[in-house]
């Protein structure tokens, strides 16, 4: 069994996953994962034992027909349409496109505008349609969300969270809870944790305003 320890990253690979190397061969069986620590202990097969590849993957079955079924109405939709114009699927047709965020009355970040303040105001504007907001670890991508999301709260709006790990989605909805003490704005948070694994930050700090 080696521990080895690796970069900060989301990543959902969880104790007990089975574990193969990139391009796909048998590698061993996560005995351990530490999120704060950033370790992983993995017990490796008797062939793999002197291997230590730079990555790794977990090879676990998930039920992916409800994404299909959405990709496949998306593409029937596509087929029968077009990609161009209304109707079904519009913005993930404008993300496959990868066009400029519709909005329905506004523009995109005018002259002096900050860039949380244009974020907030695209968010209430969109149009079905998408509004990408890339950036580095340290931008201020969770900054402006948890700004965006209180905004949207404020409208009567129903807001989902999707992320490839429970602790992303905490991080999120943490900034929620700041924000929404900042603003004087209660909002409430659900969020549905793994039965797996505790996938909190350590402090478990929360918001009085949440609720997990």
Same mark, same amino acid.
């Given at each position: 069994?080696?521990?080895? @320890?690796?970069?900060? #990253? ?5 104790? !007990?996953?089975?574990?193969? %190397? ?9 005995? *351990?994962?530490?999120?704060d ?6 017990k490796?097969?008797?062939d ?7 990555? &790794?993957?977990?090879?676990n079955?998930?039920?992916? =027909? ?17 990609? #161009?114009?209304?109707?079904? /699927?519009?913005? *993930?047709?404008?993300?496959?496109? *990868?066009?400029?965020?519709?909005? +329905?009355?506004? =523009?995109? #970040? ?5 860039a &949380? ?15 990408p907001?890339q ?5 201020g ?9 209180? *905004? ?15 602790? &992303?989605? @905490? ?8 924000? %929404?003490?900042? =603003?004087?704005?209660?909002?409430? /948070?659900? #969020?549905?944790?793994?039965? @797996?694994?505790?996938?909190?930050? &350590? %402090? !478990?700090? +929360? ?6």
């Amino acid at each position: 069994m080696h521990r080895y @320890r690796f970069a900060l #990253q989301d990543t959902d690979i969880r104790a !007990d996953d089975d574990l193969r %190397s990139v391009g796909g061969d048998k590698f061993g069986r996560v005995v *351990a994962v530490s999120l704060d620590n950033r370790t992983i202990d993995i017990k490796k097969r008797a062939d793999t034992a002197g291997l230590h590849p730079e990555a &790794v993957v977990a090879l676990n079955f998930v039920d992916t =027909q409800v994404l299909a079924d959405s990709l496949m109405r998306t593409g029937e939709y596509v087929a029968d349409h077009g990609m #161009q114009g209304d109707g079904d /699927c519009r913005a *993930a047709r404008h993300l496959l496109m *990868a066009l400029a965020p519709r909005l +329905r009355s506004g =523009q995109l #970040q005018v002259d002096g505008e900050p860039a &949380v303040a244009a974020a907030i105001r695209i968010a209430l504007d969109l149009d079905e349609s998408v509004f990408p907001v890339q950036g580095p670890p340290g931008a201020g991508k969770t900054f402006a969300g948890a700004r965006m999301i209180l *905004a949207l709260a404020r409208e009567g709006r129903t807001i989902g969270i999707a992320a490839n790990s429970h602790k &992303v989605i @905490r991080h999120l909805l943490d900034e929620v809870g700041v924000a %929404s003490r900042e =603003q004087g704005f209660a909002v409430e /948070c659900l #969020q549905k944790l793994s039965d @797996r694994e505790e996938d909190r930050p &350590v %402090s !478990d700090s +929360r918001s009085t305003t949440e609720r997990s």
